[in-house]
Each structure stands twice: as C-alpha cells, then as structure tokens.
C-alpha cells in the first residue's frame, strides 16, 4: 500500500497551460505539504496544510494554487505554466508530535517546454 | 530562522572506505534533525532522526548541540550508498522540514 501517492508521476506541457498534480495519504496524517526539487535537487517548502488549512505559504507565485478537499487530499494547480516551473514536485505527509517523520510521495516530474 | 548546510555538494570514495557526511544547522529553539536519501529517481525516504539515535544499513548519526552538527557516519561504504543524502531540521508542531541542498555520495568500486 502506498502511504502518500501522487499523479501524474511525469507530465510534459507547453508554456501557457494549466495543469494539476493530485496527492493523497492514506496514513491518518493532519499535514501535508508540497516541496519543489528543482534541477541542482534543491528542496525547498512551498505549501503547509494543517487539516484542510494553509499553514504556510513560501513565496511561491500566485499562479501555484494548492487545494485541500479533506485532509487526505492536497492538490497543487498551476495556471500560466512558465520554463521555469520545470522541477519534480513532491507531495509529503506527517503526523502531529515531536520528532515525527515526513513521508514523501514518489514526486511528479514537470516539463515545461 | 531555520537553516541546514551541508558543506559538500559531491562526496567521492572507495568501496570499503569510512563516510562522513556533514550537517550543520542553525535554531533558536530546540532542533529536530533527520537525514534522507534519495535514490536515482525515487522518493526520498528517511534514513535516521536523531530522537531515535538508531543505525539504518550501516548509518549513525550523533546530534551535536555545542558545534550544532548532525554529521551522518558509515563505517564501510557500499556502491549501494551512492544517492543524494540531505540532512532536514524541524521545529514544533506542524512545522515543515527545512532541507540542506544535499550532498550526492559516490561510492567508487
């Protein structure tokens, strides 16, 4: 079973698009959480959902619009696509409490061409 | 402000021999540090937290609060350890990881 599953895994695109990258956990999990990988594999936050609430939003620009049905759910659409959007995308998932682990999804590749 | 570094964008050695790793971080509050690794095209997945202060597939790493280090340390490198390994500082609550820019390890055989 997978804990935290995200689609689709590779999405190639043009400039211009939109397009969405749905996640879900199946762990029980409160908060979820989209992290961009960019070329150089750099990990960086870009959304916090505590319980279908944005918690945290990094200074991601507005066309990145995260949407939490329920609390297993964290979808990421993104309008006006741009070269720079390029990156894997990845869904992660915790549980309340100290010293808890993140479990991450298996990412979905984006290419912006 | 949370902050990871990991010192060594690319880390070379030889089958067999000790790894060392390097993380250090910056918190004002009390630190909660994990290590992942990432395996070509994969997810990453947690390797170690120090709450824990276990050993996975060969790996320990020790919390230093004086130098604020969390270096990851295998005895004998195996060709299977080569991945992209980041060290990742939490604080409370929902707080969400904060991630070095990782460090690939390349065990030559």
């Known amino acids: 079973d997978t804990a935290v599953s995200q689609t689709p895994k590779y999405l190639v695109t043009q400039m211009g698009n939109d397009k969405s990258i749905k996640c879900e956990q199946n762990l029980g999990h409160d908060t979820m959480y989209w992290y961009k990988q960019d070329s150089k594999k750099f990990l960086k936050i870009m959304f916090s959902?505590?319980?279908?609430?944005?918690?945290i939003n990094e200074t991601v620009p507005n066309r990145f619009s995260p949407k939490s049905p329920d609390k297993a759910h964290l979808n990421l659409h993104i309008n006006s696509l741009e070269l720079g959007d390029s990156a894997v995308y990845f869904c992660?998932?915790?549980?309340?409490?100290?010293?808890?682990?993140?479990?991450f999804g298996e990412g979905s590749w984006l290419t912006v061409v | 402000a949370q902050r990871v570094t990991q010192p060594e964008k690319l880390l070379s050695v030889f089958k067999g021999a000790p790894v060392e790793l390097k993380c250090n971080y910056s918190y004002s509050g009390s630190p909660e540090l994990f290590w992942y690794v990432q395996y070509s095209r994969q997810r990453l997945q947690l390797l170690l937290r120090?709450?824990s202060r276990e050993s996975i597939k060969g790996f320990t790493a020790d919390l230093n609060k004086g130098e604020t280090s969390f270096h990851l340390k295998k005895p004998f490198a195996q060709e299977e350890d080569s991945a992209m390994y980041y060290c990742?500082?939490?604080?409370?609550?929902?707080?969400?990881?904060?991630f070095g820019k990782g460090t690939r390890l390349s065990v030559i055989a």
């Open positions: 992660a998932s915790r549980a309340q409490g100290i010293g808890n682990t993140i479990y």
């Open positions: 959902y505590n319980n279908k609430e944005l918690i």
């Open positions: 990742a500082l939490g604080g409370s609550g929902n707080t969400p990881l904060v």
């Open positions: 120090h709450i």
